[in-house]
DNA sequence: TATTGTTATACTCTATAACTATA
DNA sequence: TATAGTTATAGAGTATAACAATA
């Protein structure tokens, strides 16, 4: 097994506690956001493959499964909800014919479009309660966050 | 309704790149810490409950409720579960006898020790991915997001 | 009459196992 | 024989509604 090269500082006292505060914060927050949907017909997980199908542009039902960290099986059932609501196609694979591609329809577009409205709403009262250098504190790690999420 | 100070930055393309970015990490590493369970026996709630306890010291099953974000009923549901874990310990309340009180067990601060090197040696590895100014940037924000998730 | 907590019940989401079709 | 996707089934976790005890 590999350690990482500072993983002596992640027994300091600082780096522990960020480690803690951080997974507390994860957790409660997904539980918030589930509540706050931006769309009542959509799951948080649903919301999510759209928002990889608009970085991704197309994928297999199988490279969703493996981004979003779910088994093959909920992927097809996820997949198959979303298009009933007529916000992804599903077409043939070009190339091999046990594959499908997934693909995301103009209404999920503007769907995305009129939740992050919805979103910015919710997290602007949330960010009422921050200072000014507490939301830079925010919005700088947002990225690192997220390249974290899908290590 | 009343605005944040700095509403109008958040429909900058900086600000709503973050929150989109916040919310997806957040949606996506919430579903990774859930199989990552320190103790396969405790649910993703009962850690953070516990964990809430630990800051608290004491709190009845309807406060839990509020600040872990779940209703009532599925309070008592976990209270239970932890109660039959040995991690909590059920009391009634001194000044009003519909209340109960909920404390923390030696077992469960041990077993929070214990947590807390495993939950380090998983993060090291996602961590090792990170280059020491983005690790800072997510150490930064820690204790902001906490407070961002208890609002 | 309002509030705290509980019980009973149903729903949502996900996983595992077994199956089909294609490579 | 291996892989992509599906179907069938079960389990975990949570919510809502109705109820009991106390304020």
Redesign the interface.
């Known amino acids: 097994m ?6 002596a500082d ?2 300091h006292g ?20 589930k ?1 706050q949907r931006v769309d009542e017909s959509l799951s ?2 649903e ?2 493959v759209l ?1 990889t199908l608009a970085r991704c542009g197309t994928a297999t039902p199988g490279e969703l499964a493996r981004k ?3 088994q093959p099986p909920s992927m097809t059932r996820i997949v198959a909800l979303l298009e009933a609501k007529g916000l992804v196609r599903l077409e043939p694979h070009p190339e091999d014919r046990r594959q499908k591609v997934v693909t995301q329809t103009d209404k999920a577009e503007a769907m995305l479009e009129e939740s ?1 409205r919805k ?2 709403a919710f ?8 200072d ?1 250098d ?2 830079a ?15």
Request: aromatic content about 4%; cysteine-free; overall charge positive.
């Open positions: 590999s350690y990482p090269k500072d993983m992640l027994t600082d780096d522990a506690a960020a480690v803690n505060a951080l997974r507390s914060a994860v957790m409660r927050l997904s539980r918030r956001l509540h948080p997980t919301m999510s928002g979003e960290h779910v992050r979103r910015n997290l602007a009262g949330l960010v009422e309660a921050l000014e507490e939301w504190k925010v919005r700088e790690a947002a990225p690192v966050l997220e390249k974290l999420a899908q290590l």
